[in-house]
């Protein structure tokens, strides 16, 4: 694949995304939302891509929409819904892509690069991270692209709400402390914290590592414990019929890696 505003670079089972505007501290314009669109729609059946790692290029995760972009089309509550659902369309295929997202976020994540970060399955923050819900700072409200459903389950509705109506920043330290981050690094080792996840996720199975994210996603909302229970029963006899599992079992008694086939 090759994207105007994207850099992939393939290892293996393994994407890592670069969002690449760099002198625009990787702001959403239409090129870049168009890429991200095309790339996160892609995902759904591609089961040769197991987990997959976004950052940003230069100094910025992501800066959120791009200000400086003019659009010359008449304004209309219609053409407007339709501009403001492709964005939140990424941060929805993100959700049902069934591989894990990590961010590696660093220097600015506002607005849509903050959403995109909570929209990941795990973040790590290096030391200059810097995020908010840009949104209540320019006229409109905070809760977008996802964020009024990502961050109170992530951090609890006290501490979102102190962020949601302020659109104060929160630094890595505090990301860290509330739970919004998994891990501080210093920015120039995000790459290696990463590669610590990636390397556990890859050992195992790839129906299981699939499933296991799409019942986390179900679990959040689940209206009951019995909801929760059945899709977790469901999932396990569904890996249990495969022939990776007694290969991850002989792998375990064997002490050794597990040579998964997907089957």
């Known amino acids: 694949m090759s994207y105007q505003t994207l850099l992939i670079r393939k290892e293996g089972p393994v994407d890592w995304v670069t969002l690449n505007r760099p002198d625009s501290l990787n702001a959403l314009n239409r090129q870049l939302i168009d890429d991200l669109l095309d790339y996160t729609q892609s995902l759904y059946w591609d089961k040769s891509v197991r987990v997959v790692v976004l950052r940003g290029a230069g100094r910025a995760f992501c800066a959120g929409l791009d200000l400086k972009e ?8 219609s053409t407007g819904l339709t501009s403001q659902r492709r964005i939140s369309e990424i941060v929805m295929r993100m959700r049902r892509a069934p591989q894990p997202f990590i961010s590696l976020v660093h220097g600015p994540a506002c607005g849509g690069g903050f959403a995109f970060a909570l929209a990941s399955d795990i973040r790590i923050a290096g030391a200059s991270a810097r995020m908010n819900a840009a949104f209540i700072r320019i006229g409109l409200s905070a809760c977008d692209i996802g964020v009024s459903y990502f961050l109170p389950r992530l951090v609890g509705v006290s501490v979102a709400s102190e962020l ?3 659109g104060r920043f929160i630094n890595a330290e505090r990301a860290l402390s509330v739970g919004l981050v998994s891990e501080v690094v210093p920015d120039d080792q995000l790459e290696e914290a990463a ?5 556990e996720m890859i050992t195992t199975s790839p129906l299981g590592l699939r499933m296991t ?3 986390l996603n179900m679990s959040v909302d689940a209206g009951s414990l019995e909801a929760a229970i059945a899709m977790e029963d469901r999932n396990q006899i569904l890996c249990a019929q495969t022939e990776d599992f007694p290969e991850g ?15």
């Open 70 to 77: 003019r659009d010359n089309s008449p304004r209309s509550p």
């Open 164 to 166: 949601m109506l302020t």
């Open 195 to 199: 590669r610590c996840y990636v390397d």
């Open 213 to 215: 994210k799409e019942c």
């Open 249 to 263: 079992m002989r792998a375990f008694l064997e002490k050794r890696k597990p040579q998964y086939q997907d089957r």
